[in-house]
């Protein structure tokens, strides 16, 4: 098979009407599903928490975090999202339906301007397949409905690649691309992708202007990441770039090691899952079919794009890059990038389908298309059953609007912010949310848990807290819930809720500790690790 036989038909200069219908039937099902899905209220992941707060920070004139009791500057989010969370809430006060909307709206346009630049350089047939599977693809739509960066960073992604596309009469907008490569930095820390690709397009075309400006451009973005460089105690606040530095957070594995697992878990795992391709229960066949489409399609997409799309192919091996530094694999990491690869799936089959004189490319272009529908199917319909049965009015209590343990959370809180002092200060994990929900600052939950569980007690009365928190909410939850179990006689049982969320008050310091009290019927459970049903869930 001739490399000059890899090709694709030359792009038309326009979508046909009934491209167009179909591009918006589906955006306006991307933003239906979307809103039908939204949370229905901010979850105790912590992150959507945390970009609300730090919004209300912005608004207030500092970045500081001030749920945790030292007001420490903030270090691991950058402040693109907070900023347009906090201009939202000027016109409109803090609600999250507002944030919701602005989170769908930006979904929606990065779907339509995904397909534009497309279509510019691929064809309408390629740019329709792409967006037409991420506008049902579970993830996008979750995003689409979650006050996360994801979104808006797609759109500042999606927004750069059209802006440097070359218009009729030979010119792009550079400024503006420049501007919007600097606001995906400012969004996402991941964003440094975003203005490296397009600074080694502009390098390989030899325009030094334009790379001169977006040098100057991205001092912010740099300013941003020599703070995060430099900011104190970078392990208990999570800083990412502490993270990549550090490499294996166990510190099992050498660089190489880690490299190769990073690989094979998204090859494995990570990609297929983020692009909704089907799978199948205890059977390999979807790994093994998922294995050959990619083998046989990117390869040859990354080849003719190489030809007629130089930035996005420069833009996914940055982004490989960043996502094989970071220590942590996921799909939602594969998300902002996931659309373009379905770009190089459909390239690779397309002109693969050409060079075996399949004349008829649409229809094997539909087959492939299936397969990722199919996994969409699967991985959406439950979503949509369970927000049609979610009672949005009272989400802590419907089963269907949260798993077990956040809704005990959500049920403590609940008690928290009406049962106790104003000025009470809590061990508890998930800092952000439980401020979020319940206006009671806390102590670092990460100090603590390193904390001797000798001195533990007397970390928590110097540092002024008065309560603690038990449950398996957080990414510390063994740790912190093992030294309540190994303290347990320190406190007194306050009340219990679903989940095994429990609220402890320390009790004084003449009073004389026990091990048979009710708050060691309950916590002392987790001194040897997790209850078996809980290290289950994590595990699944």
Request: glycine letters at 6%.
């Amino acid at each position: 098979m001739r490399l000059a036989a890899l090709e694709l038909p030359v792009a038309s200069a326009g979508p046909s009407r009934r491209v167009l219908t179909a591009l918006v039937v589906l955006v306006l099902a991307h933003v239906m599903l979307a809103w039908l899905t939204r949370i229905p209220e901010i979850t105790w992941g912590e992150d959507d928490a945390v970009y609300s707060l730090l919004a209300r920070a912005l608004q207030s004139g500092s970045y500081r975090e001030f749920w945790i009791i030292d007001e420490p500057i903030h270090a691991r989010y950058p402040p693109g999202l907070p900023a347009l969370l906090a201009v939202l809430n000027l016109f409109f006060g803090e609600r999250l339906d507002v944030h919701l909307a602005l989170m769908t709206l930006c979904s929606a346009a990065s779907l339509l301007l995904m397909f534009d630049v497309a279509r510019r350089h691929v064809g309408a047939d390629v740019a329709l397949f792409a967006t037409g599977i991420m506008s049902l693809n579970p993830l996008w739509v979750s995003e689409a409905g979650l006050v996360m960066a994801e979104a808006p960073f797609r759109l500042f992604l999606m927004l750069t690649m059209w802006l440097v596309t070359d218009r009729p009469g030979g010119r792009d907008h550079w400024v503006l691309a420049s501007a919007s490569a600097v606001a995906a930095a400012l969004i996402r820390t991941a964003g440094v992708a975003v203005i490296g690709a397009l600074a080694l397009h502009w390098m390989l075309r030899r325009e030094w202007n334009r790379v001169f400006l977006l040098s100057v451009a991205a001092l912010p973005a740099v300013g941003w990441l020599a703070w995060t460089t430099i900011a104190p105690n970078p392990d208990e606040t999570g800083v990412y770039v502490h993270v990549v530095t550090v490499g294996d957070p166990r510190g099992r594995l050498t660089f190489a090691e880690q490299l190769a697992a990073g690989v094979w878990a998204y090859i494995r795992r990570a990609v297929p899952t983020g692009l909704s391709f089907f799978a199948l229960k205890e059977n390999p066949l979807d790994n093994i079919l998922w294995a050959g489409l990619a083998a046989a399609t990117i390869p040859i997409g990354l080849v003719v794009l190489w030809r007629r799309w130089r930035f996005l192919v420069l833009f996914l091996a940055s982004y490989a890059a960043v996502l094989l530094a970071w220590p942590w694999r996921d799909a939602r990491f594969v998300s902002p990038a996931s659309g373009f690869v379905l770009v190089l799936v459909a390239v690779g089959t397309v002109a693969l389908a050409r060079a075996l004189r399949q004349r008829h490319h649409v229809v094997v272009l539909a087959a492939v298309a299936v397969l990722f529908m199919v996994g969409a199917w699967q991985a959406g319909a439950p979503r949509v059953r369970a927000a049609l049965a979610c009672d949005r009015t009272n989400p802590w209590e419907s089963e269907s609007c949260a798993p077990e343990d956040q809704r005990g959370m959500g049920q403590l809180a609940g008690h928290v912010r009406t049962s106790t002092p104003p000025d009470a200060i809590f061990f508890a994990p998930k800092e952000g949310a439980f401020y979020y929900h319940t206006e009671r600052r806390s102590i670092r939950d990460r100090r603590a848990v390193r904390t001797h569980p000798d001195s533990f007690v007397t970390h928590l009365r110097r540092s002024g807290a008065s309560y603690a928190v038990l449950t398996p909410v957080g990414i510390n939850w063994t740790g912190h819930n093992r030294q309540l179990g190994y303290s347990c006689g320190a406190f007194e049982l306050v009340q219990s809720f679903i989940g095994d969320a429990t609220l402890l008050r320390l009790e004084s310091e003449e009073h004389a500790a026990s091990d048979d009290s009710p708050a060691c019927a309950v916590a002392g459970a987790w001194k040897d690790g997790a209850p078996a049903r809980w290290r289950e869930r994590h595990l699944q």
